[in-house]
């Protein structure tokens, strides 16, 4: 079973695909309930993964490797280490919720809708598992397909606009990553006599510097267009205002985090050198710093709710680059629970947004006000929510800002002294949104008999919830799972890094060694 556990969660949702392409279009209901009962069963299906992923082992686990296209040197090779297993448990949990959240939203074209979904599920999972990169580019290419239907069919009033910018953005980056991979494709082969997309073989290359950033460079287009950091980030706000609900949250929750998990996974590994170049850190760490503050400052000026959150998205994932460019183990492991925690609390945000919309259509801040006297369910989740993503402490987005922070401040005290606004600006457009629309007094008249969440729209809130107190409460089972793969990487990319924490003396010696203390009063 464990041989092909991998295989299973990934495939699991393409087998409830071809199930439900023989369900009639017209047995809406039938296919509601089919398309929740395989997105329910790819989440459980991966709970095994948890149980049996054993932190303290090195490498990847799960691993399953067959060949697939021998004359161009390409296999079918997944596995998972602790970046990966947080990243999948996230895609299969909000992919599971996202389609649960449709169950009132979507009335048109439902078949095709659920279709696209289990589609997304798919590719998302496809990109956190292949050590592969010909079919790690054949499932980020794959997500962009159901990704544009769902924006483009179930969109808002601009919806085509909003899906051919998401789709031709985050092509062209991926053509360019497509050049980077080829380059070391053919490297490969004239340093070692064959062709291969193995990942652990193309970690062997030894690349003059000037390749490495010329395939540091495309590969970063790739991954910053999707992350997307600034100033790549203008197709994000409008593809989450025109996306329905469930579109806006699966985008929020994972997919801008492939981008991230590409740098992790690929750019900092292949391409040490590269990576370390003075410049290129200088310029990547800017550019963060940039995305938190730009992205903070734009949230205070919306006037729509999505937007707002669109642009915290903005904010909060230059948090995640400026942790993985900071190059040493906080930093990197910080950046990684930082996604998995953007994941849960914008993913809340946002269906949040999904249940006043069903029942108001409208996202103008300006039309709501004092909603907590009518909808005191929706109010406390609401207040849950944002609290979660301004990082209160004992909540989830504390602990990941925190550890970045700290990850910053040990790479240079500068970047962290100019990304701190970014959190109490980060506070300040939550704590105003909640109160615009939540407190004083009911203004419009239509706000007076709007229908509190029902028992199915508080569920898909409580595993988020639960999620977002453990993270916050008890985050050292989330920092093993990543202790060996972010050390990894630290290793591969900055080898004198533990050595010269070796040679340190251990905080004892220090102190024994300290001089005696003979100030204050006798």
């Not at 569920?459 to 639960?466: G, H, M, Q, S, W």
Request: with cysteine.
């Amino acid at each position: 079973m464990d041989q092909h556990l991998l295989s299973i969660v990934l495939f699991t949702p393409l087998a409830g695909l071809l199930v439900l392409l023989f369900l009639p279009s017209k047995s809406t209901g039938l296919i509601r309930i089919w398309a929740n009962v395989a997105g329910l069963t790819g989440f459980l299906i991966s709970l095994p993964l948890v149980m049996r992923f054993r932190a303290e082992l090195p490498g990847y686990q799960f691993e399953e490797k067959v060949s697939w296209i021998p004359s161009l040197g390409v296999n079918y090779h997944v596995g998972m280490d602790g970046i990966s297993l947080l990243l999948v448990m996230l895609s299969t949990l909000m992919g599971f919720l996202a389609i649960l959240c449709s169950w009132s939203a979507i009335q048109d074209r439902v078949k095709e809708y659920y279709a696209m979904f289990l589609l997304l599920q798919v590719g998302m999972i496809g990109v956190f598992i292949s050590l592969d990169f010909f079919l790690f580019y054949v499932f980020w290419e794959l997500v962009l397909v159901p990704m544009y239907f769902i924006i483009g069919v179930w969109g808002g009033p601009r919806k085509l606009y909003a899906a051919i910018k998401f789709f031709l953005y985050t092509l062209a980056g991926s053509v360019l990553m497509l050049l980077g991979i080829l380059t070391l494709y053919f490297a490969h082969f004239q340093q070692f006599g064959f062709y291969t997309f193995e990942i652990s073989e193309l970690m062997r290359l030894n690349l003059p510097l000037a390749t490495q950033q010329w395939v540091f460079w495309a590969f970063f287009i790739g991954f910053a267009i999707k992350v997307p950091m600034f100033p790549f980030h203008t197709w994000l706000p409008d593809a989450h205002v025109e996306a329905p609900t469930a579109g806006s949250v699966i985008l929020a929750a994972v997919l801008l985090k492939m981008g991230t998990y590409g740098f992790l996974r690929f750019s900092l590994p292949l391409l040490p050198t590269a990576s370390m170049d003075r410049t290129i850190v200088q310029i990547l760490a800017a550019l963060s710093i940039i995305g938190i503050l730009y992205g903070a400052l734009v949230s205070l000026m919306q006037q729509d709710w999505k937007k707002l959150i669109a642009y915290s998205s903005v904010s909060h994932l230059g948090f995640c680059t400026l942790g993985i460019f900071a190059m040493n183990p906080n930093g990197i492991a910080g950046s990684v629970l930082q996604q998995v925690n953007h994941g849960i609390s914008t993913g809340m945000l946002f269906l949040v947004i999904g249940v006043i919309y069903e029942r108001r259509h409208t996202r103008e801040i300006a039309e709501y006000g004092g909603l907590a006297h009518v909808m005191p369910k929706f109010a406390i989740i609401f207040a849950f929510a944002m609290l979660s993503s301004a990082g209160l402490p004992l909540l989830n987005g504390f602990v990941g800002e925190f550890t970045i922070m700290q990850g910053a401040f040990e790479a240079n005290w500068i970047w962290a002294a100019c990304a701190v606004p970014g959190v109490i600006l980060g506070a300040a457009y939550l704590l105003w949104l909640y109160q615009r629309t939540m407190l004083g007094q009911v203004t419009n008249g239509k706000n007076l008999v709007i229908p509190d969440m029902n028992l199915r729209e508080i569920a898909v809130f409580v595993p988020l919830i639960a999620a977002s107190i453990w993270i916050g409460v008890y985050p050292k089972p989330f920092f093993d799972i990543l202790r060996q793969p972010v050390n990894q990487i630290v290793q591969r990319v900055r080898p004198e890094y533990f050595a010269a924490r070796a040679q340190a003396p251990p905080p004892e010696a220090a102190v024994e060694h300290a001089p005696a203390h003979t100030g204050g009063a006798e």
